[in-house]
């Protein structure tokens, strides 16, 4: 029973292998990448990019839907394991939303060891 539980894995390794890349071969590239930039690099050009973006989504009511979401669920995500899923998760529906103002926008981050004051 052992090998064929042994086979059945190497077979499923295998498929998966072939069909990864097959899907790579066959996928187009993709052509909205961004990268996320430490806020203190940010060029004046990126900053006013940021603060469109920024105003935009406080007109629409964005900040506030993101607060009551992070308000929401403040007290099941922090201090357990689900917290970096669902900061990243969250950082990236913000992002997205951003981007509907301005593909370009890409969130900037806080490097608190350049700028731990």
Request: hydrophobic share 40%; charged share 20%.
């Amino acid at each position: 029973m052992k090998l064929f539980s042994s086979a059945i894995t190497a077979t499923a390794i295998a498929l998966s292998t072939l069909s990864s890349a097959n899907a790579q071969q066959t996928q187009p590239r993709c052509s909205s990448i961004v990268t996320r930039k430490e806020i203190l690099s940010l060029t004046s050009s990126e900053w006013s990019l940021i603060i469109g973006v920024y105003n935009g989504m406080q007109r629409d009511g964005w900040f506030n839907w993101f607060a009551y979401l992070h308000d929401r669920w403040f007290g099941q995500i922090h201090g357990n394991s689900q917290f970096f899923p669902f900061h990243r998760r969250f950082v990236q529906d913000w992002e997205s939303v951003g981007q509907r103002y301005n593909r370009a926008f890409a969130q900037p981050y806080w490097d608190e060891m350049r700028d731990y004051r």
